[in-house]
């Protein structure tokens, strides 16, 4: 029985790798591909997957929030509008790259998040669901009446006219494949770190944590500003995309509810849900948004019977019928 046991425990040792070898190979030929795709596939594709990335990058950002930290933000699309008109401001008053302008898009929203981290902290529950809202509502009404930020006529990308069509795609494009990886490996970084331990006992019980030792403060402002500085660059490439900006489209609420949607449906507080959610909720829009309102009714159906037959999402029940799946390896990451 031992010399059984010793030969099934090392073939297990041998299989392991293998089959890490096998997803990693798996993973950078699709990476490949994703950066190939401006050679083989047409305008309009690449357009869908710029969207698909960046609200891929959004909902992961809402995820870290809701899932790991317990702060659920209604009004998390403050940031996308912030990122946005960073990006639109800088470029086209200094004659910039906009691409060179993401990091300064980032830091704005950083920036931000770090300014009303002290008076949104102040509130919890419900309290800081809506209290994020009323900031996002207030800011759009800031800059819906700002002359000197187009009003509510909003803001073209000038800067993007000395490029021709192919490279204002394709860079458009890299730039959201890259904004959307930077969001999974974030993720999982911060989810292995102490501060993902942290956050996972704030999560569970903020009395708890604080008994631990745990600086729940500091933990909340770490997280707050990653997920506004991730959701921040999506939003600039996300308009890059559209060449145009507007108050009411950037700083709507749709985005919000997207994001959480899609961390629903795929499962909130893992890693996988936005990847799952995203690639379901697209797949529904791109073959069911010509029913119209029908399409709406039916997005709001399914996401009520998620939460009340799969409160876990669609990765809880993938698990239940294959538990030993792990495709972001997140039990090697897991402390």
């Not at 200094?94 to 980032?106: E, F, R, Y």
């Amino acid at each position: 029985m031992s010399l059984s046991n010793g030969a099934s425990s090392l073939l297990a040792g041998v299989g392991r790798p293998t089959s890490r070898l096998r997803s990693s190979l798996a993973a950078a030929i699709a990476l490949l591909a994703l950066v190939a795709l401006p050679a083989y596939a047409g305008f309009a594709t690449q357009r869908l997957f710029v969207e698909v990335f960046t609200v891929f990058a959004i909902a992961t950002a809402w995820n870290l929030l809701a899932g790991f930290g317990g702060l659920v933000a209604v009004g998390q699309h403050v940031f996308v509008g912030l990122g946005a008109y960073a990006l639109f401001v800088v470029s086209n008053e200094l004659g910039l790259n906009p691409w060179l302008t993401l990091p300064m898009a980032a830091a704005v929203s950083a920036l931000f998040a770090l300014l009303t981290a002290w008076p949104m902290f102040r509130l919890s529950g419900a309290h800081f669901a809506v209290g994020t809202w009323v900031l996002a509502e207030l800011v759009r009404i800031a800059v819906l009446n700002s002359e000197s930020l187009g009003a509510g006529g909003g803001l073209p990308l000038e800067s993007l006219r000395e490029f021709s069509r192919a490279q204002r795609n394709s860079g458009v494009y890299w730039a959201a494949l890259a904004v959307a990886v930077t969001a999974l490996l974030v993720a999982r970084l911060l989810i292995k770190s102490r501060l993902g331990l942290a956050l996972t006992s704030v999560r569970d019980s903020e009395a708890a944590a604080l008994a631990s030792g745990v600086s729940v403060k500091r933990a909340k402002l770490a997280l707050w500003i990653v997920a506004a500085t991730l959701t921040g660059l999506a939003g600039a490439v996300a308009y890059m995309n559209t060449l145009q900006v507007s108050p009411d489209a950037s700083f709507g609420l749709g985005w919000t509810a997207t994001a959480i949607f899609i961390s629903v449906l795929g499962g909130i507080g893992r890693i996988e849900g936005p990847v799952i959610g995203t690639v379901v909720f697209f797949a529904l829009r791109e073959t069911s948004s010509q029913f119209g309102a029908w399409y709406f009714v039916a997005l709001g159906l399914m996401a009520i019977a998620t939460m009340l037959i799969a409160p876990g999402g669609a990765w809880s029940l993938i698990q239940r019928r294959w538990p030993n799946l792990d495709p972001l390896a997140m039990r090697r990451w897991m402390p």
